[in-house]
């Protein structure tokens, strides 16, 4: 019974903050709309799954997966909220994560996710690194979730949050690097691929993209550490509002959690086959 307290500082993920210039480099505005067209005629989605993710598709490549927070970080405040390197500036260790408000909390839920797509990635042939080992201890701290994504040399390396918001706010939301230079602006490119099959894939789970974050399920950020200090292609994948109560019967799920870590397995696997 992992209880995070309801002082998840949730806004640290959430709140679109203002972006530096330097960001009008990739705008938001060149991302394709996700029309109804978008999510039923889904290009490559969904059937071709299984037979994707399996066979070998992914021998040789490397995903760091990242599940966001731990199970313990609310029990070591200070610990958690030492100042670390963000990306030219300074931040928080990490954060307790949000929950539900039956008591689900976002860290057992990316542990969840993370584990069942690790077990899909592996069944295709990758070589795939967790950030944690169990749902039980403290951090690591953000710049270190980084520093495994660039020391592993990953193809790819994927953070699993789900957020918390006003009930009525529905939907995930893809955070992507937006181009920092010297630290995001090699890798804001391929992230923003990425998080576009991201979004082709993920509303076949049963979530749509959000109605009131970001732009048609995606949304560029500069203040988070885990992707500023990443020199591999990486993405946020907040997979829902847990204080929504149409999202957390779904975040709650257990076959939810699979169909979810399905989608991003498929995603995960057209990225790096067309890579
Ligand atoms: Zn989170």
Redesign the pocket.
């Known amino acids: 019974m992992l209880t995070v307290p309801a002082t998840e500082p949730?806004t640290s993920?959430t709140v679109p903050t203002t972006l530096p210039a330097s960001t009008s480099t990739v705008p938001v505005v060149t991302l394709p709309p996700i029309g109804s067209a978008g999510v039923s005629v889904p290009s490559t989605p969904s059937t071709t799954t299984d037979q994707a993710v399996g066979g070998g598709s992914l021998d040789g490549r490397v995903v760091v997966i990242d599940p966001?927070?731990n199970g313990g970080n609310g029990g070591a405040t200070s610990e958690i909220n030492r100042q670390v390197e963000a990306g030219g500036f300074r931040k928080a260790c990490d954060?307790t994560?949000?929950s539900t408000n039956g008591g689900y909390s976002?860290?057992a839920f990316?542990w969840d996710v993370s584990n069942r797509l690790a077990e899909l990635l592996r069944a295709g042939g990758a070589k795939v690194i967790l950030t944690r080992d169990s749902d039980r201890g403290v951090g690591p701290c953000i710049d270190r979730r980084a520093g495994i994504g660039n020391l592993a040399g990953a193809d790819v390396a994927v953070s699993v949050?789900?957020?918390?918001s006003d009930a009525g706010n529905r939907g995930f939301h893809i955070l992507v690097p937006g181009a920092l230079p010297g630290y995001t602006d090699d890798i804001a490119g391929p992230s923003r691929d990425y998080a576009r099959i991201l979004r082709e894939e993920l509303p076949a789970a049963g979530m749509p993209p959000s109605n009131y974050i970001g732009s048609d399920g995606i949304m560029l950020r500069t203040d988070l550490g885990g992707l500023n200090l990443s020199d591999v292609p990486k993405v946020?994948v907040?997979s829902g509002n847990m204080r929504d109560p149409t999202d957390a019967a779904l975040l709650t799920s257990p076959e939810f959690r699979q169909r979810w870590a399905e989608r991003i397995a498929a995603a995960t696997t057209r990225f790096l086959q067309q890579r």
């Open positions: 949730s993920t966001g927070h954060t994560g949000t976002e860290s990316n949050h789900a957020d918390g946020f907040e």
